[in-house]
Every structure is written in structure tokens, then in C-alpha cells.
């Protein structure tokens, strides 16, 4: 089943412009992770926020976490082409198996 | 070796065949993971295993899919008597251990049943 669904589901921006990717999921977690997908093949790990952060920066990407709401947002700023794949997040619940629980994705371009 | 090693990474199977997928994780990562998607969704779990405890087989979806990790290294996934309904892209991944850390992924194996 799927924890976590990312909003919105396809986003298109221009070059330069920041992008916002949100993230609800329905359970207690342990942490939150974001990754990366191009061309449909293997995922690339971004960032991990514990359910005791509030927020986290890597580079141009910043990460927050609700665990009030359930929710999490992330943030890439300055956004390139390069940018252009799908992000996911996936969610560890807490005291429950350890496998991650991926969303359905956001569908990001980044127009030149 | 370097990163998580999947094989084939294309494989094409007539309906009603078995097929064996193959990964390779990190060295010295104790827990691997097998995810499937299908066209345009998100991951849908399969299997865990973590070191030496029995794994984790909530996700797979009927009893024709079964997977082995020798060793506690190599993993292979076995899909008997294919379906159409099997078609997608197999990934596996592994880390450090379990859930706490970051997976690194293979680049999958796109199983077509045909």
C-alpha cells in the first residue's frame, strides 16, 4: 500500500525558478527520505530527515517535516534542467518493519 | 564493488516461463531490497532481507515470486510461470542497515512477458 502521495503530480518551471514538492503520509514515522529517478530506472538517494528534525539543506535542496500534519515539503532552489526526473518520498514507519514505503512521485521538468 | 550490480538489465520472456533476476549489493551492506514499478507508478515493495533473520515477504504478490540472498551478498528473485501482469522495471537496493540509512539502488532489470 502507499504511504506516502506526493503532490503535485506533475510540475513544469522554468529555468532559475524554484520548485515545491509536497508529501503527505498516513502513519508515525521513523524518518522521511526524498530521492531521485531519471528515465524510470534506479533511484538516486537525496536526503533522510528523522522524525525529530523539523528541517534539513543539502545543497540547493531544503527538506521540512510536519510530523503535526503528516506531512513534508521539499525544496529545490535555483532549479536547473539537469533537474528534470521524478521525486519520490518514502517513509520508515516507526516500530514497524524496516522496509521504506514509496509515494507515487512528482513529475518534474525544468524548461531551458 | 562500487554500487548495487543488477542483471540482466533487459530481459524480454514468453508467457509461462520462469525467470531469475540477479543483484549484487554494496559490500558490507547487510540489508538488500527488492521493489517492482510498473509503468508510471511508484515502488511497490517485494521483499526484505536483513542479515541473517528471516526476510521480510509481505510484498510479494503471489506464491510464483520468491527470492533468496546467498551468503548474505548475492540475492536473486524468481518469477515462475510468468504473467503479462508481471511486466516492469525490477529494482533492488541495499544499505548500510535497514530502514535508518539512505538506499542505493541498482538500475533495475525491465522484465517485458510477452
Known amino acids: 500500500s502507499q504511504q506516502g502521495e506526493e503532490d503535485p503530480q506533475a510540475l513544469s518551471i522554468q529555468e532559475g525558478e524554484n520548485a515545491t514538492m509536497n508529501c503527505s503520509y498516513k502513519t508515525s514515522i521513523n524518518n522521511l527520505q526524498w530521492y531521485r529517478q531519471n528515465s524510470g530506472r534506479g533511484l538516486v538517494h537525496l536526503i533522510l530527515i528523522r522524525s525529530n528534525e523539523r528541517e534539513k539543506h543539502s545543497g540547493r535542496l531544503r527538506v521540512t517535516l510536519d510530523t503535526s500534519k503528516k506531512s513534508s515539503s521539499l525544496l529545490i532552489t535555483a532549479s536547473r534542467a539537469a533537474d528534470t526526473a521524478s521525486y519520490f518520498c518514502?517513509?520508515?514507519?516507526?516500530?514497524?518493519?524496516?522496509?521504506?514505503?514509496f509515494g507515487k512521485g512528482t513529475k518534474l521538468t525544468v524548461n531551458p | 564493488g562500487a554500487g548495487v550490480s543488477q542483471s540482466p538489465s533487459n530481459k524480454v520472456t514468453e508467457k509461462g516461463k520462469d525467470v531469475e533476476l540477479r543483484c549484487d549489493p554494496i559490500?558490507?551492506?547487510?540489508?538488500l531490497y527488492w521493489y517492482r514499478q510498473s509503468l508510471g507508478q511508484g515502488l511497490e515493495f517485494l521483499i526484505y532481507f536483513q542479515g541473517n533473520s528471516a526476510p521480510d515477504k509481505s510484498g510479494l504478490p503471489s506464491d510464483r515470486f520468491s527470492a533468496e540472498r546467498t551468503g548474505g551478498s548475492v540475492s536473486t528473485l524468481t518469477i515462475q510461470r510468468t504473467q503479462q501482469e508481471d511486466s516492469a522495471v525490477y529494482l533492488c537496493?541495499?544499505?548500510?542497515?535497514?530502514?535508518?540509512?539512505?538506499?542505493?539502488f541498482g538500475s533495475g532489470t525491465r522484465l517485458t512477458v510477452v
Open positions: 518514502a517513509t520508515r514507519s516507526q516500530g514497524g518493519s524496516e522496509k521504506l514505503v
Open positions: 559490500s558490507g551492506h547487510t540489508a
Open positions: 537496493a541495499s544499505s548500510p542497515y535497514g530502514g535508518d540509512y539512505g538506499y542505493t
